[in-house]
């Protein structure tokens, strides 16, 4: 694709970033195909290569608009476009560009602002949690479009044999540290999450339990918060950023002193993470420590499939009785883990491998379930069609649970069905022997 880039973005580094990426693109469309938006809306400037003309268009002079802003909105950052794209288009890169250039540029409204300013703020706070636990409790009582986004508590409904209020800090296996632990050979890095804590607490200790049965012990870095994805995908780039670098700030004296790896639980924090490398490759004080980080993380799938002999280990620890018990489930892949992290099919083998029936629907299996982080509050209508979309195929397996690797995507999917939704590292814990 040819350019001719304004003055005001010719000679900056976000401008030569956005050209390199445009001359990537070659108009094919195959993005279309894949694209959940444009299936739905059938509008080209709500599918990638429409979205790129939009931004193509502000950084060669021409005035965005609120319909501008509205198309690029509209975007779930499913990032589905670039697996398919044969050109290798980052396309998320240059939508973030775009998106932030509208956002210098066009006024959102009053009430877009404290929507988009009580998600960021409310969602991160140390108060959310409290909140949640409100909403809970008098969850019969709310509207049915507030009771569709608290979650019921999921302690009661899968057994877990920890209490969901337990505190990380009681278990064993979980340390809060700050900057300094004796060396161990086996210990991991978790991040506990902003969201995940009070939407879906049996992830954090249902993964502790199950890598402490694989011989691994689990860190919670003190002071490490949320991963910045909410913000950046707000377009609010220098809270995201600073978000990071605090994160940084907690990871970086204990990556020195041993720990192995940075494990994800939440694809959508994993995915994020990854990027900071990326994110932060202007800044002189954190490039590098965002590039070590980045390279240190890795999903808890991608972990545990790659560790053959400790995955030996966790297979006796298992009960054959429990795992038939659960009988088929079905497994929807989040977007962050097969499109942001290219990791495709770890899930379900690692889940095979331990013996379990897990399965993904042959139906569209790649297409988005419409929760997007943040996008299902500001979008309801586009990722409610594309939750009962995805639920359908999901249905038709008849599975007894429905598995995820994501807490926006398994609380979005849980919303619309009575069939159970969990984390599969939840199932795995579900099914040790015995409890710590």
């Known amino acids: 694709m040819q350019t001719n880039l304004a003055n005001e973005f010719k000679h900056t580094q976000k401008g030569k970033e956005a050209e390199s990426i445009l001359r990537k693109c070659v108009h094919c469309g195959f993005c279309t195909a894949t694209c959940p938006t444009y299936q739905i809306l059938g509008d080209e400037l709500d599918g990638p290569r429409g979205r790129i003309y939009l931004i193509k268009q502000m950084l060669e002079g021409e005035q965005p608009t609120q319909k501008t802003q509205l198309h690029l ?15 290798g288009v980052q396309y998320s890169q240059l939508l973030d560009i775009g998106r932030e250039i509208v956002e210098s540029k066009v ?4 009430t877009q ?23 809970q409790f008098v969850r019969p009582l709310l509207p049915s479009v507030i009771k ?7 302690s009661a409904r899968l057994k877990t044999r920890i209490p969901s209020a337990k505190l990380l800090s009681d278990l064993p296996s979980n340390k809060q540290v700050s900057g300094g632990f004796t060396y161990a050979k086996n210990r991991v890095l978790l991040l506990a999450g902003c969201v995940q804590p009070a939407m879906a607490p049996n992830v954090n200790l249902a993964t502790a339990r199950t890598l402490d049965a694989m011989g691994y012990e689990v860190l919670y870095g003190e002071g490490a918060g949320c991963c910045g994805a909410l913000a950046h995908h707000l377009s609010a780039q220098t809270a995201a950023l600073d978000q990071m670098r605090k994160n940084i700030d907690v990871w970086w004296p204990l990556l020195n002193q041993g720990v192995q790896a940075l494990v994800m639980t939440a694809s959508g924090c994993g995915a994020s993470v990854k990027e900071y490398g990326h994110l932060l490759a202007n800044d002189p004080l954190y490039a ?19 560790k053959g002999e ?10 054959a009785t429990k795992i038939r018990q659960q009988g088929l489930q079905a497994y929807h892949p989040p977007c962050t883990l ?8 770890g899930v379900e083998t690692v889940m095979a491998d331990l013996g379990f029936d897990v399965r993904v629907s042959a139906c569209e299996p790649h297409l988005c379930c419409g929760s997007a982080g943040a996008y299902s509050v500001l979008n309801p209508g586009i990722s409610n069609t594309l939750k009962d979309r995805k639920l359908g195929h999901l249905k038709k397996l008849n599975p007894k649970a429905i598995l995820s690797a994501n807490v926006g995507c398994i609380a979005h999917l849980q919303s619309g069905t009575d069939i ?17």
């Open 73 to 87: 909105d509209r975007c779930l950052t499913c990032r589905n476009c670039e697996t398919t794209c044969p050109s």
């Open 107 to 110: 006024p959102r409204s009053w």
């Open 113 to 135: 602002k404290i929507i988009r300013n009580s998600l960021r703020y409310g969602l991160t706070s140390p108060l959310f949690g409290a909140a949640m636990r409100v909403g």
């Open 148 to 154: 569709s986004k608290v979650p019921v508590n999921k």
């Open 288 to 306: 590098a420590k965002a590039q070590r980080v980045a390279k240190a993380t890795v999903d808890l799938s991608e972990w545990i499939a790659s």
């Open 310 to 319: 400790e995955l030996e280990i966790l297979k006796g620890k298992l009960d």
């Open 338 to 345: 097969q499109h942001g992290q290219k990791l495709k099919g």
């Open 420 to 436: 159970p939704v969990h984390h599969w590292i939840e199932v795995i814990d579900l099914c040790l022997k015995d409890p710590l």
